[in-house]
Structures are given as C-alpha cells and as structure tokens.
C-alpha cells in the first residue's frame, strides 16, 4: 500500500526537514534513507520481515529521523525493541485506501520519545492525514479492535441465519455507518439520548443484556465464508477487473464525503 511517493511536489510542500520516504518498493535502504526525516515503512504484515527492514534502517539512519511503521497489528514492542534508535520508532497506522480515509494510529513503543510522538503527529496533519495518539500499545491498537470486534458480530449474525451478507452491510451502510461518518460511537450515545449520562440510565441494562449473549470468535471459514464470499461476489464479482472497478467507485464516494465533510467542518 502506497501511502506517499517521495517526490519533488512531496517535497516542495514539507520542510527540508519533513521530507517522507516510502520504504516498500524502495530498490535499497540507502536509496530510502537519502534526504529523508521521516521514513515510513510499508512492506507485508510479516514480523520478520519489518524486523529485518527496521534492523538495516537502525544501521543507516542518524538520530534525526523518525521511523515509523504502517503495520496493521503487530506490537511496537515486537518490532522495534533492541534498536539503537528505539526513541525515534513508532507505528503510524493508516487506513484503506489512505489518500481518501485520513485516520492514522500513532502507537508509540515503550520508549519511543514524546518528541517522535510529536513530531509524527504533526508531519501527519501536514499531510492532510488525521492522526490520534494511542496511548499504550494494545494488539489490534484502537481501530482494528472496533472493526474486528464489529467484523465479529456480523459474521455471527450471518452464520447464525439471522440476517442475509447484504443486508447485513446494509445495517453498516445505510444505518451505522451514517452517523460514524461524522460522528464516532461516543458522541453518538451522547446525542442519542439527553447527553451520555441520560443515555447510560436509559440503555445500560439493554446493552450489558445484549452484549451477554455475544458468543466466541468465529473461525472465518467454512460453510460461511463460502457462504459470505458467494454473497460479495454477487454483488461484486471476485474478478481483479470488478473489484478494481468497485474500489474506483468506493474512492469516488469517499472523495465525495471527504469534500461534503470538509464544507461541514468549516460551517
Ligand atoms: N492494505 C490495507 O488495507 C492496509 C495495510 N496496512 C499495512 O501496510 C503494510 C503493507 O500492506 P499492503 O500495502 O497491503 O501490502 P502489499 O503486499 O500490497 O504491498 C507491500 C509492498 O511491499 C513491497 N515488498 C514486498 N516484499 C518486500 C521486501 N522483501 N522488501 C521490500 N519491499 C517489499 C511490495 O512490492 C509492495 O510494494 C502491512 O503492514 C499492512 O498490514 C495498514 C493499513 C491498511
Ligand atoms: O482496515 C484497514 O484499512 C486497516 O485498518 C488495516 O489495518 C487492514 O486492512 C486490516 O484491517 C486487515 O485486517
């Protein structure tokens, strides 16, 4: 995944100091260490691998240069411990497709230094990205625990024949996924009712009740995902073409909700 090339605009736009270097197609370490501040490594969810990448970037960088990770899951406590520069690493999660969805994870190792922190945050919002700090390293971090935790629910209810594969998305879609597009789970509840403490009195009992009867993690395969799978490919059939053509469409609708968020933010 792509998240900025190094190149003469990128640099024009960012201080000397800020220039941002992709460490995923890169031909060689040195040729990702040249000029750049802040490096952000994008190759395959494979442990060993970001390790190897972090140990050549350790040897080649000084101690000016942020290094950072897009790994989806794996703890910076794993990929970074034992480095010379563990002060300067910290995982910056994005999100799919990243040009359009501008979240980014910033999860610190134990001893990361609140200045990479700091200055991360701030290259990610000059950059047009919307960073949050986690504040201690949890697996899944903070977004791919929501999304999973969701992920979880809705494959239950689909293999429990409560609800169809679309309509299920269309629960996210048409329903939740409204709101969350502007508004996050919290403001929701505070909103839903006459503030958080007037919704907590109200729901409380509902949602411990319900959350109860929550069962345990699905084996995502199976007679469901042949199920679900048969489900998405008739909606998008599983071809590169179609599901490069349904992704063109999906970053249309989020260029769309990126400029009516925008007018709505400066309202
Ligand atoms: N795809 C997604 O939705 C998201 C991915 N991520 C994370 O971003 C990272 C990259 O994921 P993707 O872009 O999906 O992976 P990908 O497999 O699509 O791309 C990885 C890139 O690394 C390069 N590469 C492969 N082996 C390499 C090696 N040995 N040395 C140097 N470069 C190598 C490939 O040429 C490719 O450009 C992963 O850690 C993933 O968890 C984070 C958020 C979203
Ligand atoms: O979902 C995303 O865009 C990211 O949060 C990811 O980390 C990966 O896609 C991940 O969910 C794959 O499990």
Not at 37 to 53: D, R, T
Not at 170 to 189: K, N, Q
């Amino acid at each position: 995944m792509k998240l900025l090339e190094q190149s003469g605009s990128l640099k024009g736009s960012l201080s000397a100091e800020e220039q941002l270097s992709l460490i995923s197609g890169c031909s060689s370490i040195q040729e990702a260490v040249e000029g750049a501040m802040h490096i952000q490594e994008c190759v395959p969810e494979n442990l060993e691998l970001k390790k190897k990448i972090f140990a050549q970037l350790d040897r080649a960088v000084d101690d000016t240069v942020v290094l950072s990770s897009s790994t989806s899951c794996l703890l910076p406590s794993q990929l970074f411990s034992g480095l010379v520069h563990v002060k300067q690493c910290i995982v910056a999660h994005p999100v799919n497709p990243p040009y359009y969805v501008p979240l980014v994870e910033l999860v610190p190792h134990p001893e990361t230094s609140p200045a990479t922190v700091d200055r991360t945050h701030t290259l990610m919002r000059t950059i047009g990205q919307s960073p949050v700090r986690v504040l201690k390293e949890v697996d899944g971090f903070a977004l791919n625990r929501l999304q999973y935790a969701v992920i979880s629910e809705a494959w239950r209810l689909v293999e429990e024949g409560i609800v169809s594969p679309a309509d299920l998305d269309l629960v996210m879609s048409d329903g939740l996924g409204m709101r969350y597009a502007f508004i996050g789970p919290l403001e929701t509840m505070h909103l839903n009712a006459e503030g958080m403490l007037s919704y907590c009195d109200r729901y409380r009992e509902g949602m411990k009740r319900v959350l109860k009867t929550f069962g345990p993690v699905p084996e995502f395969s199976g007679a469901t995902v042949e199920k679900v799978n048969q489900a998405m490919c008739v909606k998008v059939p599983g071809d590169p073409q179609h599901l490069a053509a349904r992704r063109k469409w999906r970053d249309e609708c989020l260029m769309s909700l990126a400029r009516l968020k925008s007018q709505m933010q400066s309202q």
